[in-house]
C-alpha cells in the first residue's frame, strides 16, 4: 500500500466533493448556523410563552360559592383565575377543556374556619389528569389553598400568643458543594457529546454514500477499479476523505455550539441557566476538550468505515439512502441514553459503542477524569474502528457487492 | 517464425451466481427469505490469442458475456476458471504492474472523475501512472493535436457532450502509453461525426504506436473500418474467431440486385423474371429488389436476363450487409459452415 496513491485518492474525493453543493451545506454551512438559529428560536418561544402564560386567566368554576364568599374573594384578587358561574355539566366541561378545572367548598367551610376546634372541612379540587393545563392550574390552586393554609395557622397561634415558629421546630439548610463547571458540565455537558456524535455521523454520511453507491451510480467505479490502485489504497483514500469531513463537521458544530452559549444575548431565565452557561464555555480546559476530541476520533472512525461498508452494497445513492437510515437511529439511539438521568458509567456500558464515548466525554468536560474508563473506552472504540475499516475493506474485495446488478 | 501472443486466453470460464426473482409483492417478500440460485456462465470456456498490434473486433449481442471478459481481462474481475495471460501477467494477480501496461476505456463509464475539470482528471491518472512530466506533457501535445482536448480541457467532466468525454476517457485511456487498449463498446451513443473521429484515432494509434486493440462493440461499422479480425461471442461462448473477410466469403449467401425500370410499360414486363424461385420485390416507385442466393444463381446470368427483358435505367449489385450475416450467427444458423 503506497500512501502516495492514498493521497491520489483523497485529493480526488476532495475535489470531486467539495464542488458538490451537498457536501458544503452538510458539511459546513448546517452545524455552523444550527444552534444560534436553536438558540435564538427557543429564546423567542420562551419569551412568547412566559407573556402569554402572564397575560393568561385560567376559567375556573366554584361549586359551593356561598359557602365561602371571603375565599372565593382572595381567590379572585390573585388574578389568574377566571371564575365562572355554575353549571351541572362543569366535569364534562373540564374534560372538554373549556374549564381548567373546579373547586367545591363544603357547606359551612367558612363557619367552621371560624369555629375554633371543629374538624377541617376540605375543599374538593377538580381536574383532567394528562390535560397539561389543567394540571398547572390545580397545582397553582393547591399553592393558594397552602398558603391560605399557612397564613392561617399563622394567625390562629398569633392569637394565642405562640410564636408561628413553634411551627417550624426543624430547619434545613442546603449548599451546593458542586463547581460551577461541575454544575453546568452535567447540565450541558450531556449535550455536547451527543451533538458531538450526531455531527461527526452527519458529517460522514453524504461522502461516505457518494463516494461508494454514487461513484457506482455515475459509472466510475470500474475505471477507478481498472486503474493502478490497489484495492486496499482505494479504501484508504475513500475512508480518510469521510473522515475528515466526519470530523471537520463535529469541530464546527462544537464551535458553533460553543460559541452560542458564550456570545448569544442574554436571556431572562429565572434559574441563571444563561449565566451558568457562559462560565460553562469559560470554564472548558483545553486538556477536557482535547480529550473528548481524542474519544470523538476513533468514533467518527467507526462511523466513516461503517457507512462505507454498508453504502457500497447499494447501486445508487437512492438505494444508500435507505440503508443508512436504521445507522441513524441505531447511532442516535445510545446518544440519547446517555443524556437521560441516572445513566452513569460502568464497566459494561464503557463497551457499548457511542453511548459509551457520550458518557465519558460527559465525564470529562464536568471535570472529572476517571482515567481507567477513558482507557476502556478508548480501547474499546478503537477496537470496534478496526473491525468496520476491515469490513469495509473486505467489501471492496468482494465482485457481487461491487458489480451488483 | 511467429511472435509470441501477446494476450493469450484459454478456457476462460466466468459463473456467476444470481437467484430467481418471483414476482409481485408476495414474491419479493419471498424472495427475502428463500432464494433459488442460478449460476449463470457469463463466459463459457473461451480461447484466443492476441498478437502484438493487432486490432480484434469482439461482437455480441446484449448479456453475451463481453463485458465480462473485458473485465476479466482489465484484473477487475477473477476468472472462475482459465487462464490469461496478457503482456506477460495474470491480470487479477499481478494488477498493479499489470494495469500500468494497458489503457482501459468503458464506453457507458468514464475514469474521468464527474464533477472536476478534465485537466486535474488527468493530472490525477499521471500521478497513479507514473508517468514523467515530461512524457505527459509529449502525449498531452499529440492528444491536443489528433483529438482537439484544448477546448475543454477545463470543463468539468458532466458538462461534455457524449462525444467530448469519450475523447478524453482515451486521452486518459492512453496517458501512460500502454501497449495494449482495451475498449468496451466506444462509439456506443454517439453520432457519426463523433464515431469518425474515434476510428481516425484509433487508427492513428494503432499504426504510430503499435498498440494492439480489442474492442467489443454493437456498431459493425466499427468493425470493419477497424478490425481485420473479428471474435463473435453468444451465451459465453465463442461462436467465431477469424478474419472479417473469411466470415463474409464464407457467410455471404444472398446478394442483391438493385435496379431502376425506365417507366411504368417497362415495369409491367417484369414478371417474366420470376422464375426458378427468383421473387422481385418493389422497393420504391420503378426501383426493384431481387435477393437471390449466390450459390445457386449465378450473378452474371441474372444481370443478362435482366437486361435482356426490361429497359434499365440504373443497376446495383450489393452483398448482403454484415449486419445481416452477425444476425444470422446470433440465431445459430449460419457457422456450422465456417467452423470447417
Same mark, same amino acid.
Given at each position: ?37 436553536i438558540?435564538t428560536?427557543?429564546a423567542?418561544m ?5 407573556? *402569554?402564560?402572564? $397575560? ?20 379572585r ?14 366535569? +364534562? ?37 394528562t ?8 397545582g ?5 389553598f397552602?398558603? +391560605? ?116 444575548p ?11 452557561? *457562559? ?20 468514533l ?17 445513492? *437512492?438505494?444508500?439512502?435507505?440503508y443508512?437510515?436504521?445507522i ?68 471492496? +474485495? ?5 458489480? $451488483?446488478? | ?19 430467481k426473482?418471483?414476482?409481485? /409483492? ?63 501477467f ?35 491518472l499521471?500521478?497513479? @501512472? ?5 512524457? @505527459? ?9 489528433? #483529438?482537439?482536448?484544448?477546448? @475543454? ?8 457532450? #457524449? ?23 466506444p ?34 461499422d ?7 479480425r ?26 442483391? /440486385? ?9 415495369a ?38 435482366? #437486361? ?7 443497376? #446495383? ?12 450467427? @446470433? ?10
Amino acid at each position: 500500500m503506497k500512501l502516495r496513491n492514498i493521497a491520489v485518492i483523497y485529493n480526488k474525493e476532495r475535489m470531486d466533493l467539495l464542488r458538490d453543493k451537498r457536501t458544503i451545506i452538510n458539511m459546513l454551512l448546517f452545524p455552523l448556523v444550527m444552534f444560534p438559529l436553536i438558540n435564538t428560536g427557543f429564546a423567542k418561544m420562551e419569551k412568547r410563552f412566559t407573556e *402569554k402564560a402572564a $397575560r393568561e386567566t385560567a376559567p375556573i368554576m366554584v361549586l359551593g360559592a356561598e359557602h365561602a364568599p371571603a375565599m372565593i374573594e382572595k381567590l379572585r384578587a390573585t388574578g389568574k383565575y377566571q371564575i365562572l358561574p355554575f353549571t351541572e355539566d362543569f366535569k +364534562q366541561q373540564i374534560g372538554d377543556k373549556k374549564l381548567r378545572a373546579a373547586v367545591e367548598f363544603p357547606a359551612g367551610f367558612e363557619e367552621s374556619l371560624r369555629t375554633a376546634g371543629s374538624a377541617a372541612p376540605s375543599v374538593k379540587l377538580y381536574f383532567y389528569s394528562t390535560e397539561l393545563n389543567s394540571e398547572m392550574t390545580v397545582g397553582n390552586l393547591e399553592e393558594f389553598f397552602s398558603k +391560605q393554609r399557612s397564613e392561617m395557622a399563622a394567625g390562629r397561634l398569633a392569637g394565642r400568643g405562640i410564636a408561628a415558629s413553634v411551627l417550624t421546630p426543624v430547619k434545613t439548610e442546603e449548599e451546593n458543594v458542586a463547581t460551577q463547571e461541575k454544575v453546568s458540565g452535567a447540565r450541558l455537558g450531556g449535550l455536547i457529546p451527543y451533538f458531538i456524535i450526531i455531527f461527526s455521523l452527519m458529517g460522514a454520511l453524504h461522502p461516505a454514500m457518494d463516494l461508494t453507491a454514487g461513484e457506482k451510480e455515475r459509472g466510475t467505479l470500474e475505471t477507478i477499479l481498472a486503474s493502478a490502485v490497489s484495492r486496499g489504497e482505494l479504501v484508504m483514500g475513500k475512508f480518510f476523505f469521510v473522515l475528515t469531513a466526519s470530523v471537520v463537521t463535529a469541530i464546527i458544530s462544537l464551535t458553533s455550539y460553543g460559541m452560542t452559549l458564550k456570545y448569544a444575548p442574554a436571556r431572562a431565565m429565572a434559574r441563571g441557566a444563561d449565566a451558568s452557561a *457562559k462560565a460553562f464555555v469559560a470554564s472548558f480546559s483545553l486538556k477536557s476538550l482535547a480529550m473528548v476530541f481524542g474519544m470523538v476520533l476513533p468514533l467518527a472512525m467507526f462511523f466513516s468505515a461503517t457507512l462505507i461498508a454498508v453504502a457500497l452494497i447499494a447501486r445508487n445513492y *437512492k438505494e444508500a439512502q435507505s440503508y443508512v437510515g436504521p445507522i441513524m437511529i441505531f447511532a442516535i439511539i445510545p446518544a440519547i441514553i446517555s443524556v437521560l438521568p441516572g445513566i452513569e458509567l460502568n464497566a459494561k456500558l464503557a463497551l457499548i459503542p457511542i453511548l459509551n464515548v457520550s458518557l465519558v466525554s460527559k465525564e470529562v468536560l464536568s471535570g472529572s477524569y476517571p482515567w481507567g474508563f477513558i482507557g476502556l473506552v478508548f480501547a474499546s472504540t478503537c477496537f470496534y474502528a478496526a473491525v468496520a475499516l476491515a469490513a469495509a475493506a473486505l467489501q471492496f +474485495q468482494r465482485e457481487e457487492v461491487l458489480f $451488483r446488478t | 517464425m511467429p511472435d509470441e501472443p501477446l494476450i493469450s486466453v484459454r478456457d476462460l470460464t466466468k459463473h456467476f451466481r444470481t437467484f430467481k426473482r418471483r414476482e409481485g /409483492v408476495w414474491g419479493a417478500m419471498r424472495n427475502l427469505v428463500k432464494r433459488e440460485y442460478i449460476a449463470v456462465r457469463a463466459v463459457d470456456r473461451v480461447t484466443f490469442e492476441i498478437q502484438r498490434g493487432d486490432m480484434v473486433g469482439y461482437i455480441g449481442p446484449n448479456g453475451a458475456g463481453k463485458s465480462t471478459t473485458i473485465k476479466m481481462l482489465t484484473g477487475i474481475l477473477v476468472p472462475t476458471g482459465g487462464e490469461i495471460l496478457s503482456n506477460g501477467f495474470v491480470p487479477w494477480r499481478q494488477r498493479r504492474q499489470y494495469v500500468k501496461t494497458i489503457g482501459v476505456v468503458f464506453g457507458q463509464r468514464t475514469q474521468l472523475w464527474w464533477d472536476i475539470a478534465v485537466v486535474e482528471s488527468f493530472k490525477l491518472l499521471r500521478k497513479i @501512472y507514473d508517468v514523467s512530466q515530461r512524457d @505527459y506533457d509529449e502525449r498531452m501535445e499529440m492528444f491536443n493535436h489528433v #483529438l482537439n482536448l484544448k477546448d @475543454y480541457l477545463h470543463t468539468p467532466v458532466r458538462k461534455l457532450s #457524449l462525444g467530448e468525454r469519450m475523447r478524453c476517457d482515451l486521452a486518459a485511456a492512453l496517458l501512460h502509453n500502454p501497449p495494449i487498449l482495451f475498449l468496451d463498446e466506444p462509439t456506443i451513443g454517439l453520432d457519426v461525426v463523433a464515431k469518425d473521429h474515434i476510428r481516425q484515432f484509433l487508427k492513428e494509434i494503432n499504426q504510430r504506436y503499435r498498440t494492439t486493440v480489442l474492442l467489443t462493440t454493437h456498431d459493425l461499422d466499427d468493425i470493419e473500418e477497424l478490425c481485420k479480425r473479428i471474435m463473435i461471442i453468444d451465451h459465453g461462448r465463442l461462436l467465431y474467431d477469424g478474419p472479417l473477410a473469411l466470415l463474409k466469403q464464407k457467410l455471404l449467401r444472398t446478394k442483391q /440486385v438493385k435496379f431502376v425500370v425506365k417507366d411504368g410499360e417497362q415495369a409491367a414486363r417484369l414478371p417474366a423474371l420470376e422464375k426458378d424461385g427468383l421473387r422481385i420485390e418493389a422497393v420504391d416507385h420503378l426501383t426493384y429488389r431481387i435477393v437471390f442466393d449466390r450459390t445457386k444463381t449465378s450473378t452474371a446470368e441474372l444481370l443478362r436476363q435482366i #437486361l435482356a427483358e426490361v429497359e434499365v435505367r440504373d443497376l #446495383l449489385i450489393e452483398d448482403e450487409p454484415i449486419e445481416e450475416i452477425v444476425k444470422r450467427i @446470433y440465431a445459430g444458423e449460419a457457422l456450422k459452415e465456417v467452423s470447417a
